[in-house]
C-alpha cells in the first residue's frame, strides 16, 4: 500500500478550512495532519509536522505570499500549493518566484483537488489554466535582461546554479562537487548578487530563462 500523502490545510475561514479538510478526508489516500489560521501557524506546521503538501491562503493574518520563502528557509523540500481567491498575476508570479509549486483558485472540486495534490506531491507543479495563459502572455512581454547576466557567472558558479536548479539543497551540491557547504553558499550569495535575485529560486527561474531563449538572442 501506498503512503497516504500528508497534508496541512492553513486558512483563516474556519469553514472552508473545515469543508477542504473533510473532503479530502473522505477521499482514499490523503491524511490531514493539522490545519492553521496565520502565517505563524503555518511556519509551525512546516517545521514540526513536515506535511508532504501544504494548502496556503493569500489573505490571511501575517500574509500567504510572505509566508513562503519563510516556510522553505525552515523546510527547503516543503511542497506549497497556493489556495485562493486571488486571480492576480502579480499573485500567481509572487507565489511561484518564492518557491510554491501550486496555484489554484477556491472554486476547484474536492476530486481536482487532490488530483493536483497527488501531482504537486509527485515533484511537479500545477497552476490553474485560467491563470497559466494569462501568466505566459505577461511573462513573454518581459525584457529578458536578466537572463544575459548567466554570462557573467564563472564556470563553477554555472555548476552550482544547474545544480540548485534541478532541485539540489546547499548540501547536495557540496556532496556533488566535492566542496564545503560553506564555500555553496558563499557561490550562491555571488550568484543572487549578479543575477540581481532575491533567492534561489529566483536564480534558477533566469537560469531557465536563458536556456529556453533561441540560439543566437544572448
Not at 27 to 33: R, Y
Not at 59 to 81: D, F, N
Not at 203 to 213: F, K, P
Given at each position: 500500500?501506498?503512503?497516504?500523502?500528508?497534508?496541512?490545510?492553513?486558512?483563516?475561514?474556519?469553514?472552508?478550512?473545515?469543508?477542504?479538510?473533510?473532503?479530502?478526508?473522505?477521499?482514499?489516500?490523503?491524511?490531514?495532519?493539522?490545519?492553521?489560521?496565520?502565517?505563524?501557524?503555518?511556519?509551525?506546521i512546516a517545521e514540526n509536522l513536515s506535511p508532504d503538501v501544504m494548502l496556503l491562503d493569500i489573505s490571511m493574518p501575517g500574509g500567504g505570499?510572505?509566508?513562503?520563502?519563510?516556510?522553505?528557509?525552515?523546510?527547503?523540500?516543503?511542497?506549497?500549493?497556493?489556495?485562493?481567491?486571488?486571480?492576480?498575476?502579480?499573485?500567481?508570479?509572487?507565489?511561484?518566484?518564492?518557491?510554491?509549486?501550486?496555484?489554484?483558485?477556491?472554486?476547484?472540486?474536492?476530486?481536482?483537488?487532490?488530483?493536483?495534490?497527488?501531482?504537486?506531491?509527485?515533484?511537479?507543479?500545477?497552476?490553474?489554466?485560467?491563470?497559466?495563459?494569462?501568466?505566459?502572455?505577461?511573462?513573454?512581454?518581459?525584457?529578458?535582461?536578466?537572463?544575459?547576466?548567466?554570462?557573467?557567472?564563472?564556470?563553477?558558479?554555472?555548476?552550482?546554479?544547474?545544480?540548485?536548479?534541478s532541485g539540489m539543497s546547499n548540501k547536495q551540491v557540496a556532496r556533488q562537487l566535492n566542496l564545503h557547504e560553506k564555500t555553496v553558499k558563499?557561490?550562491?550569495?555571488?550568484?543572487?548578487?549578479?543575477?540581481?535575485?532575491?533567492?534561489?529560486?529566483?536564480a534558477a527561474m533566469v537560469l531557465r530563462d536563458a536556456i529556453d531563449r533561441p540560439l543566437g538572442t544572448g
Amino acid at each position: 500500500m501506498t503512503a497516504a500523502i500528508r497534508v496541512a490545510v492553513i486558512d483563516d475561514h474556519p469553514l472552508f478550512r473545515e469543508g477542504v479538510t473533510r473532503s479530502l478526508s473522505e477521499i482514499e489516500g490523503f491524511e490531514v495532519v493539522a490545519e492553521g489560521g496565520s502565517h505563524e501557524d503555518a511556519l509551525r506546521i512546516a517545521e514540526n509536522l513536515s506535511p508532504d503538501v501544504m494548502l496556503l491562503d493569500i489573505s490571511m493574518p501575517g500574509g500567504g505570499l510572505a509566508a513562503v520563502p519563510l516556510i522553505l528557509e525552515i523546510a527547503p523540500s516543503q511542497k506549497i500549493v497556493m489556495l485562493t481567491v486571488s486571480e492576480a498575476g502579480d499573485d500567481v508570479t509572487t507565489a511561484l518566484q518564492s518557491g510554491a509549486k501550486g496555484y489554484v483558485l477556491k472554486g476547484v472540486g474536492s476530486r481536482a483537488l487532490a488530483d493536483i495534490i497527488r501531482t504537486v506531491a509527485s515533484g511537479e507543479s500545477y497552476v490553474a489554466p485560467t491563470l497559466s495563459a494569462k501568466l505566459l502572455t505577461s511573462r513573454a512581454s518581459e525584457p529578458a535582461r536578466k537572463s544575459d547576466l548567466i554570462s557573467d557567472l564563472t564556470i563553477r558558479e554555472k555548476e552550482v546554479l544547474n545544480l540548485v536548479a534541478s532541485g539540489m539543497s546547499n548540501k547536495q551540491v557540496a556532496r556533488q562537487l566535492n566542496l564545503h557547504e560553506k564555500t555553496v553558499k558563499h557561490h550562491m550569495t555571488q550568484i543572487m548578487a549578479k543575477l540581481d535575485v532575491a533567492n534561489r529560486t529566483e536564480a534558477a527561474m533566469v537560469l531557465r530563462d536563458a536556456i529556453d531563449r533561441p540560439l543566437g538572442t544572448g
